[in-house]
């Protein structure tokens, strides 16, 4: 070992023992000014301000969430949560600043800007956001249901604080934004225990309607899936130009609607073949003028 | 009395269980190692009309998906004991009838049961004893949907409550009505919550707790009181599945999400 070195070597170890690592850096260089003993225990303040804070607002989030989940629907749950997390991430970022002694006026002047700026570009996500709310107070659907929102039908699969998700019938996820639900219009399909299957039936002239309602009727008390009650509905709508326009309306509960719509249409046409009912097709009564050509023929030839 | 222990018909074809007008197949036939327990209801709505009960009884195969499959391992028996529907019942009687303010009427009402096949005190299927319709009890938009029943509504000494004792279909409910409103209120149709009942049994009778429907201004509440008059030596068949309170807690709880739309 040279002279030099352990000079160099003397010099640390004294360093070491009267400043810690720190006096190692050079004072007067860059990496010397940033890493002041200050500046440690300012970024120790940092650290545990975000380490505090995210668990706090963990705790918070977690508690928001297994209450909300038992008392409110999936959507509401949903919503809460993700406000209470956006919150706590602010609350944590704030904390976070301040400890690090960050001058919050001027970030907040920049953040105003910022602000400005992210409001023109996030304009539909808020939208979508806001919206979310609204949709939560009418309660006009939650997940399970089957809605139909712009000619898209499905199961409700997820809702989410900017979109709903549906399942379709056919199995594709099809996504909706919150804005788009308030602005159309939203049929829940599934709300009601009951839904009324309407059934419209066109009947050859020649039928007897007596002998047609007492059938309807009849096959519908003896269908397992049609509702004692409410009553089906009969009702002759109009003389129609291929027949008898009729509205035949048989409730059925919401879990049987498949199969009680299959049951009664194919009730209705075993019926109404044992019956001789005939449906009414697509008719045109022609009246033929060929009684009276024969007789301007039979002029025509005595005149000649 | 078919609520009992029956033997699994391993070597004699089919178990026939006849119950007013509802007959109930068991049948069974091996799968691997264990046996396959194979069960169906038919009824005498659906048998040709004028065809004689025993003759008419032709069954499907026993791959043919009418029947109820039960994996019943080795077990040597299976029990049949009564029970009410999983839905409510609503039982429209067969002539309705205006309870006047503040009267308060005693009577009979007899419902459809239905028979729980057990294995090895496990529910291998439950089997509706009259052909199961269903009905809205209450408006389109917030009523229940219950099984259809009909009845008529019996004091205890007419000929005909003795004669419905006798169906092992049916089951008794002692019935309390009293109208605590101010208007006489239409007794039309009333709505039986199984859930919370019991079956009791003497011989070939059942009987459930007394019922008491409390018919007020804001509509009428079904609800237990006490076991009624129970014949001696009654014993207890079937057990309720929800509790009185928890049916309450449950009822509550609905109530305050219908108020506070949360």
């Given at each position: ?111 105003g800007i910022a602000g400005i700026a992210l409001g023109f570009a996030a304009q539909t996500s808020v939208s979508n956001f806001i919206s979310g709310f609204f949709l939560v107070s009418e309660k006009t659907f939650s997940v399970g249901d089957v809605i139909t929102i712009e000619g898209s039908t499905g199961v409700v699969y997820s809702v989410d604080a900017l979109s709903i998700k549906l399942r379709s019938f056919d199995n594709q996820l099809i996504r909706i934004p ?127 | ?262």
């Amino acid at each position: 070992m040279d002279e030099a070195n352990v000079i160099a070597e003397g010099s640390a170890n004294e360093a070491a023992s009267n400043g810690g690592l720190l006096a190692l850096l050079p004072q007067d260089g860059i990496l010397g000014r940033l890493f002041t003993m200050d500046a440690a225990l300012t970024a120790i303040r940092v650290i545990v301000a975000i380490v505090l804070g995210a668990v706090v607002v963990g705790v918070i989030v977690t508690l928001i969430r297994r209450v909300t989940a038992k008392r409110m629907d999936a959507r509401t749950s949903g919503l809460i949560v993700k406000v209470s997390q956006y919150l706590g991430l602010a609350l944590i970022a704030v904390n976070a600043l301040d400890a690090a002694k960050v001058n919050l006026s001027g970030l907040l002047g920049a953040a105003g800007i910022a602000g400005i700026a992210l409001g023109f570009a996030a304009q539909t996500s808020v939208s979508n956001f806001i919206s979310g709310f609204f949709l939560v107070s009418e309660k006009t659907f939650s997940v399970g249901d089957v809605i139909t929102i712009e000619g898209s039908t499905g199961v409700v699969y997820s809702v989410d604080a900017l979109s709903i998700k549906l399942r379709s019938f056919d199995n594709q996820l099809i996504r909706i934004p919150n804005e788009t639900l308030i602005k159309t219009r939203v049929t829940n399909i599934t709300r009601f225990p009951a839904r009324r299957l309407n059934i419209n039936l066109v009947v050859t002239y020649d039928t007897d309607l007596d002998r047609l309602r007492a059938a309807l009727m009849e096959l519908a008390s003896a269908n397992q899936f049609v509702l004692r009650k409410p009553e089906p509905l009969y009702m002759v709508q109009r003389f129609g130009d291929n027949g008898v326009e009729l509205l035949f309306g048989v409730w059925l509960a919401k879990e049987d609607w498949v199969n009680g719509n299959n049951s009664v249409l194919a009730d209705i046409k075993r019926r109404f073949e044992a019956e001789g009912i005939e449906f009414a097709l697509p008719a045109r009564t022609v009246h033929s003028k060929a009684a009276t050509a024969p007789r301007a023929k039979q002029r025509a030839a005595a005149k000649s | 009395m078919i609520w009992r222990s029956w033997p699994v018909p391993r070597n004699e074809g089919t178990a026939v269980h006849r119950t007013g007008g509802a007959t109930l197949c068991v049948s069974i036939e091996q799968a691997g190692d264990g046996d396959v327990l194979a069960a169906l209801v038919r009824y005498a709505e659906d048998d040709a009309p004028g065809a004689r009960r025993a003759a008419q009884l032709v069954l499907p195969p026993l791959d043919d998906p009418a029947w109820s499959r039960y994996y019943s391992g080795k077990a040597d028996h299976y029990e049949l004991e009564p029970g009410y529907p999983d839905i409510p019942v609503c039982v429209r009687l067969h002539e309705p009838f205006r309870l006047p303010p503040g009267a308060d009427l005693r009577g009979w009402i007899f419902s459809h049961l239905e028979a729980k096949l057990k294995v090895s005190h496990a529910i291998a299927g439950t089997f509706p004893l009259k052909k199961p319709f269903k009905t809205l009890y209450g408006s389109p938009d917030a009523g229940v949907i219950c099984r259809f029943d009909e009845a008529d509504f019996l004091a205890s000494d007419e000929p005909a409550t003795a004669a419905l004792h006798e169906d092992p279909s049916l089951v008794a409910h002692p019935v309390r009505l009293r109208n605590s409103s101010s208007d006489p209120v239409l007794v039309e149709e009333l709505c039986i919550y199984g859930e919370q009942l019991s079956v009791f049994g003497v011989g070939r009778h059942m009987q459930s707790e007394r019922l008491l429907f409390v018919f007020n201004s804001s509509g009428v509440r079904m609800s237990l009181e006490g076991q009624g008059a129970l014949p001696p030596g009654a014993k207890l068949l079937s057990r309720p599945t929800v509790s009185g309170e928890e049916r309450f807690i449950e009822r509550s709880f609905e109530l305050f999400k219908a108020i506070t739309r949360l």
